[in-house]
């Protein structure tokens, strides 16, 4: 009963490295999210997935970028990190593309950028 | 545009009740009420679509005035259990494939 499972839990980056955040889901939901949540901020939307082989920009996506791979799995990619990155990052699912779907959220990763 | 929740904070006994707002100043389709406790994932409580529904989960209920672009969250007989921070997630008529925006969050304490 795993749900959505994001990998790593913790990383610290230095300033100008890549890495890439991962999540998968197992509900066979057609819909993925990445959020970026800040102290005092809420939950921002940085890039979503309504289905396989399609994504767009959410409210934040400068300085990211997102594959979904395959309708489990939804990738989110720093290509240059930088300090103002550090934060959680959840991601999400959702059986359908409209908002009478719940979300569910994975545990999320708490990345640091110094 | 970022729904306007109120209050920011509240602290309750055990056995209290509290009532967390949610407020836009645009048109709504859905609102969405997710629970965080410390250091864990949000996890979803209840979803209000227009048409003004009332909604209850255990002690928790939920409604939505579709005139007033509010939503109100209603916690009775409160628990430690519901410590918290609950955020409410809003959908405009015509946003694009479902995505919410979410308020900033009411952090909820509630004490023995």
């Known amino acids: 009963n795993a749900g959505v499972t994001q990998t790593p839990k913790f990383q610290v980056l230095k300033t100008g490295q890549s890495m890439t955040l991962q999540c998968a889901q197992d509900?066979?939901?057609?819909?993925m999210y990445w959020y970026r949540q800040d102290p005092g901020m809420g939950l921002r939307l940085i890039y979503y997935?309504?289905?396989?082989?399609?994504?767009d920009k959410g409210e934040v996506p400068n300085g990211y970028n997102v594959s979904r791979l395959n309708k489990r799995e939804f990738s989110l990619r720093l290509e240059s990190a930088a300090p103002s990155q550090t934060s959680v990052y959840f991601c999400?699912?959702?059986?359908?593309?409209?908002?009478?779907?719940?979300?569910?959220f994975g545990d999320g990763t708490r990345l640091s950028i110094l | 545009q970022q729904p306007v929740q109120s209050p920011q904070a509240v602290i309750l006994r055990e056995g209290e009740d509290a009532v967390i707002n949610c407020s836009s100043s645009k048109a709504l389709y859905s609102v969405h009420w997710y629970r965080q406790k410390h250091g864990e994932a949000p996890v979803f409580l209840m979803i209000l679509l227009k048409g003004g529904e009332q909604k209850g989960h255990e002690k928790i209920s939920a409604s939505f005035n579709e005139k007033k672009q509010q939503s109100s969250l209603y916690l009775t007989a409160s628990q430690l259990s519901y410590s918290g921070t609950y955020f409410c997630g809003t959908d405009y008529y015509g946003g694009s494939q479902g995505n919410l925006i979410f308020g900033k969050g009411t952090k909820l304490s509630v004490k023995p």
């Open positions: 509900m066979n939901h057609n819909s």
């Open positions: 997935s309504a289905s396989e082989g399609t994504t």
């Open positions: 999400a699912s959702s059986e359908g593309q409209y908002s009478n779907q719940p979300q569910h």
